[in-house]
C-alpha cells in the first residue's frame, strides 16, 4: 500500500503548491486544504447525502446484477436468445446517463427515487451480463459429461456446476459495477428530483460558487465508490475462499 499512498501524498502536496504560488482563482480549482475545511464544516450533510446516494446505488446494483444473472443463466442455456440478448445488452450499454435520466425522471414524480435507482440497474447490467455469460459458456467438458451421465436437469446443471464456474467471471463484473453504480446514482441527480444527494449538493454548492464545498461532495462521492469497490472485494473473498488461499 506505500507506492500509492506516497503517490496519493505528492500529488495533494503539487496541487496545493500549484494552487498557492500559482494564484489560481478558486472556481477554477480550490486547493486541497480549502476542499478538507469544508469538508469537515459539511461532513454531516456530506454523510446524509452520501448515505441517499448509497441507497439507491446499492438498490440500483442489487436490481441490476440480479436481472444480469438471470438474463446470463437463459442466454446460456439458449443460443437464439443469447444471439439477441447481447447486441441488446450493448445498446443498453451504450445509453449515455445525460440522456436517459431526464427521460426517467419524466416519467415518475418529481419526489420519487425510482428513476435514479433504475438508471444504476440499466448501468450495471451490462458489464455483469456480459461477464456472467462468459464464465456460463466456459464448462470443462468433462463437467459436462459428468453431468449428463447423471441425467441431471438444466437447472442442477446450472447450480451446481455452471454458477460456481462462473463466480470469479461474475465477480469480476461486479468490481466494474460497483463503481459505475455510485457514478450513475450521482450523475442521475444531476437531472432533478429530491435534492439529497451527492449529484444535487455538488449541483447546488456550484450553482452558488461555493466551488470548495462541491469539491468537499465530489470527495464524500469518490469515498462512496471506495466503500462499494472494497465491499465487492470482500465479498469475494468470502464467496471464494479457495481463491484467497491460491494466491496466498
Known sequence: MLPPVLVGVFVLAAWELTVTLGRIAPFILPAPSAIWRELVAQRTNVWEAALASGANALIGLIGGTVLAILAALAASRFRPLSEVS????????ALPIIALAPILNNMFESTSSVPRRLVTAIIVFFPVFLNTLRGLREVDPVHRELMTSYAASGWTFARTVRLPG????????????????VIAAVVAEYFGGLQTGLGSRITSAAAFTAYPRAWAFVVGACLLGLVFYLTTLIVERLAMPWKSRLIT
Open 86 to 93: 447481447v447486441p441488446f445488452a450493448a445498446v443498453l450499454n
Open 166 to 181: 462462473a463466480l470469479p467471471f461474475v465477480f469480476t463484473g461486479l468490481r466494474q459495477a460497483s463503481s459505475l453504480a
